[in-house]
């Protein structure tokens, strides 16, 4: 493996991932995680396999499964894509470093038991882990050698990540679906799993150097750490679900404005002009244009808040507009017409607090108007449960005009008690990691924690929470 770990962390990290992805999605039933070793072998070993019962109130673990992959595992090149050879999942994740989503089974090209006997593969989602190689410190110095494919072409010659793990999940049929918001949970908490492992890395390197330390001081730090861990990265997807719901209101709330007052979008516009204006740039690399434009357009798609809205323009457009102008002079009437577009785009973020379109609109009371407008333009920059309250009472009153209220006000709900679950579990981890970091010992800290049980039981609690909020994943 590229990142070095110690295997019970490395099992535990496995085992915590796996869970919350079975909680987290109703419709999965059985998660695996394979960990990728370094190159030129990229063996692919299992490291652990959880089926949830049918109550879904626990899970099993290291299930008697036969599999290639089971420990020593399979080197790259008994998996790859070759002629003569039946196509694997794994080595599209591994190779592509992309995921793979067997939506049906039975057409799945890469359906290993179809193509040697018949059989027909669940229904299924594979999603590879990825770490950076500046993170690992790979480079163009590093040792390694990357393999290659069938006909001689170098792997992750020109990506900037590296696979170190593949995890794969198993769906009630008929329920996923590619690019699904199943596969986006995964994808996001895919990432968050690489980010514990790398942070795994870092520390089995520091503990190197600090042999000297009381062991048993150690491990209990490094348990105590590792679930706060958890539950910060945790917290910051329900707090970037949150924010995205809300930015999701300033959309429907500005269509709903645009509707009303029969205008095209101003941010639309604009941007529309932006990208005709890089179009027409002179003696400038198409690789810079492609990337002003992409750029450009991936504004439409982000739901910010004025202020943030403004950091951003000025950052990713304003600063890239600048960079080409400075590197590939251009007419000065030109250059004026980009820096007012620019400005036109700036005032577009205002749409949807402009009094002079809000005071014609009346579709709604006044009172109620100014409540809702002055708080989902909010910037709201952690978890504020008096915030949310305040805009799920604004979501139940009737005479809200936005089509999704009331979906929104039952998500916003199920994220905020779900918030509040995971941010006592935070402080309860504080507490106990100055507990022992000033040497309060408890009578039991004993290293069970070390060595996963092969039935875990679910706490019901985060169990019943969870399951309320699958309507919105």
Known sequence: ???????????????????????????????????????PDLVVERITSGIVSEDRKKITWELPAQSEYNPPGRPWQDYRDEPGRPLEAMAWC??????????????????VRLQLDAGVEDFQHMEPVLARKSDL????????????????????????????????????????????????????LSRSLGTQLLSYHLQHNSMKAMQQLAQDRLNACDILADSLRNAITKSGLIFSLMKQEIGYLRDQWEKVLLQECEEESLKKTCIDVLNNL????????????????????????????????NRWIHMQIEGRWDDVISQYPQYESRRFRIWQEIARLKQSLQFGQDQNIISNYHRMPNDLTREWVDIIYSNLESFNPHFLDRLIDILNNPNLDIPSRERS???????????????????NTNFLLHQVLNGNHGKNGGDGLHHPIPHTPIDERPFQMLSRIKSFF
């Open 278 to 309: 890089v179009m027409d740039l002179w003696d400038v690399d198409e690789g810079v244009k492609k990337n002003l434009k992409d750029i450009q357009n991936k504004f439409l798609d982000l739901s910010l808040t004025p202020e943030q809205g």
């Open 137 to 188: 410190n790979l480079n163009m110095y590093s040792a390694f050698e990357y393999p290659s494919t069938y006909d001689g072409q170098r792997i992750w010659t020109d990506t900037d990540y590296v696979v170190v793990a593949v995890i794969k999940i198993h769906f009630q049929p008929y329920t996923i679906k590619i690019g699904s918001q199943e596969t986006r949970i995964i994808k996001r």
């Open 409 to 427: 006000r039952k998500t916003l709900i199920q994220l905020k008690a779900l918030a509040e679950t995971m941010n006592q579990l935070e402080r």
């Open 94 to 111: 591994v190779e592509k470093q992309k995921s793979w989503t067997a939506e049906d089974p039975a057409n799945d090209i890469r359906s």
């Open 1 to 39: 493996m590229f990142i070095e770990i110690e295997e019970h962390a490395l099992k535990k990290a496995c085992l915590e991932m796996i869970e919350t992805i079975i909680l987290c999605l109703p419709n999965a039933f059985k998660g695996t995680i394979y960990r990728v070793g370094k190159p």
